[in-house]
């Protein structure tokens, strides 16, 4: 597994390289999620929540797509999707990828609510904050989980 | 063996990335805490030195690679130039003026995909 991880066919490169590059945006955007979400918990509400809303919204979901497709195109090339019982990294990989899709609309609807809500000066928004935070929070542990079983591909 | 050495390798490259989605937002006009940006760069200052690091470890790790290969040396000069770029990306950096840390980033994010690319394609290997 070693030799066949480090030296690959070349028509592999490019859906493995959209498939992390999307992974890697996925990450990047829902950390900052946290960030903004935990700084309007602490104050500086309007411009965490409506950033953090954004990061989800023009970030994380548009990354999980590209990571998404790549993961798919990269499957259907090492034919691991026509196998009836696939190794188990592979479906740590779909376990964790597509339940996190809902919970990313969801954290998204629930960020955008509080953003409007703080932009209008109104203070009821901390529920739909910490929800759409715990959301994300959760999310993140399954991707940290998912490259974990990417990395060393467990049987 | 190999496998933890890449996993920790792909962690700090997703730290990396923290930092740069950050960094894009700040330079797309997104106002962000200080705590904020604080993160980003111990993310950058972490990643960046795991990134390394561990890279070489694996590159030593493997028979199949030297670390005098093209792609290899390519891409620790490209860390090297990303690095550089990093620490003038930041904000109220002391040599750099405001109106150019974002074309700092965003030179230090095309260095990260450069690389990236590298690690995919490895040219010569």
């Known amino acids: 597994m070693t030799l066949l991880a480090a030296i690959r066919p070349d028509d592999w490169n490019l859906p493995l390289f959209l498939h992390v590059l999307g992974a890697m945006t996925l990450v990047g955007s829902l950390v900052l999620v946290v960030l903004s979400l935990a700084s309007a918990r602490g104050g500086d509400s309007a411009a965490g929540l409506r950033l953090g809303y954004r990061a989800l919204l023009l970030g994380a979901i548009p990354a999980w797509i590209v990571m998404r497709v790549g993961a798919q195109w990269i499957a259907s090339k090492e034919g691991l999707d026509d196998l009836d019982e696939p190794p188990a990294w592979v479906d740590i990989g779909f376990v964790t990828s597509e339940p996190t899709l809902l919970l990313l609309i969801v954290a998204t609807v629930c960020a955008g609510i509080a953003a409007r809500r703080a932009g209008e000066g109104r203070r009821a928004f901390g529920g739909l904050n910490t929800a759409a935070l715990v959301l994300v929070a959760i999310t993140l542990a399954a991707y940290v989980l998912a490259i974990w079983a990417m990395s060393t591909k467990p049987s | ?125």
């Open chain 2, 1 to 125: 063996m190999y496998d933890t050495l890449l996993f920790l390798h792909l962690l700090a490259a997703f730290l990396l990335a923290v930092t740069v989605v950050t960094y894009t937002a700040v330079a797309l006009g997104a106002q962000t805490s200080g705590r904020t940006l604080f993160v980003a760069d111990r993310c950058w200052d972490v990643g960046g030195l795991g990134t390394l690091v561990l890279g070489i470890w694996l590159a030593l790790n493997l028979d199949q690679y030297e670390i005098w290969d093209g792609w290899i040396l390519g891409a620790i000069a490209l860390w090297l130039v990303a690095t550089g770029l990093g620490v003038r990306s930041r904000i109220g950096a002391e040599d750099v003026s405001a109106e150019r840390a974002p074309l700092m980033h965003w030179l230090r994010t095309v260095a990260i995909v450069g690389l990236l690319v590298l690690m995919f394609w490895k040219p010569g290997a």
